[in-house]
């Protein structure tokens, strides 16, 4: 049998999609999450209830704090893994602004912590979450990975363009595979209640007014979740060679960068037209300044995983946004 895949985050969005699909396929998975109040705890805690149905005990969780190097050090002493699905990180642009703090243990230290990890156990392959949030006010779109990042918008986007730059040292001095993947905008059942589908979705069937920032003159790439798990599954099989060839990224370690997205830019008036469609009601919409921090447009050129991975996402939002509708409806009965 091989030797199980580590997941952080496995509470989150992403974290329990991408589990999930492990075990689907034969794979032991080792959770980790902190459950942190970020957003509801309930609802990391159904999560985690939707990994372990039908996981035939191939799913150990480990509830702690990555970025507590002791914690995590311990507690993985007894398990054996060979890949890190590295998805756990404090999110979110907006709360960047009013915990710093935050950000700087849960992505800096915590992204340290992952690598010292993977390079005391001679893992396989360590795949980790950036984010679109790196190529901030600078890039042109579509944004292109080899398109400078080094104009970010908020703290967060700062931290994960950093996690960036440590793994490619990482790479450079110990040979260890690595692969970064720049998620956009990613939604779908199970997503994250501080996100806009989420609480566009929940105001508009509960007709309270939504917030609509820069009066909705803004576009997103949106991806549904399970383009995200085809992609970052397909990662993880396919670690980068040391070859010392140059990468997606300008690596010519082990180490390339991804974006991870539709390849589609679509208008924040046409996801609510598609809510309002699926919800069966209107928007009452209140337009609002853009917020400190945010991107006004994103557009994921994703030509270097399409070519390298075989990455190629399927879901429109006209078919993605009503099953989220649909699955959140029935989550919140």
């Known amino acids: 049998m091989s030797e199980a895949v580590l997941v952080t985050g496995a509470a989150g969005f992403i974290g329990m999609h991408v589990a999930k699909a492990l075990l689907a396929r034969g794979e032991r998975v080792i959770g980790i999450d902190n459950l942190n109040a970020y957003y509801d705890v309930g609802l990391k805690e159904d999560r985690l209830a939707e990994i372990t149905h039908g996981a035939d005990g191939r799913f150990t969780m480990l509830r702690i704090d990555f970025a507590d190097n002791d914690a995590l050090t311990a507690a993985l002493a007894p398990h054996r893994f060979d890949r890190i699905v590295h998805l756990g990180a404090q999110a979110g642009v907006r709360y960047s602004l009013e915990n710093p703090h935050a950000y700087v243990q849960s992505n800096l230290v915590g992204h340290v912590n992952m690598l010292e990890l993977a390079r005391a ?4 392959h360590l795949v980790y979450a950036s984010s679109s949030s ?8 579509p944004f292109e990975v080899a ?15 950093a996690d960036e730059l440590m793994s490619e040292t990482y790479a450079h001095l110990f040979r260890m595979p690595q692969t970064g ?16 589908m989420w609480l566009f979705t929940d105001a ?36 980068p060679p040391d070859d010392g060839a140059a990468k997606p990224g300008g690596s010519v370690s082990p180490h390339r960068l991804y974006n991870i997205g539709n390849h589609r830019s679509e208008q924040l008036e046409r996801l ?31 030509s270097d995983i399409a070519r390298d991975i075989g990455f190629v996402p399927t879901t429109t939002i006209e078919q993605g946004v009503p099953l989220f509708v649909d699955w959140f409806r029935g989550y919140r009965v």
Not at 295 to 301: L, M, R
């Open 181 to 196: 993947l720049r998620f956009f905008t990613v939604y779908g059942p199970w997503g994250r209640p501080d996100m806009a």
């Open 272 to 302: 609510i037209d598609l809510i309002e469609e699926a919800c069966g009601r209107p928007a009452i919409r209140i337009n609002q300044p853009i917020q400190p921090g945010d991107v006004k447009d994103t557009f994921a050129d994703i």
């Open 147 to 161: 398109a400078r990042a080094d104009r970010p918008l908020s703290l967060y986007a700062a931290t994960k363009r």
């Open 121 to 124: 156990r001679g893992v396989a």
């Open 204 to 239: 508009i069937l509960a007709g309270r007014p939504i917030q609509v920032f820069n009066s909705g003159d803004m576009r997103r790439d949106f991806t549904f979740i399970d383009d995200i798990v085809t992609g970052v599954l397909a990662c993880v099989d396919q670690p």
């Open 134 to 141: 790196v190529y901030g006010g600078g890039a042109s779109l």
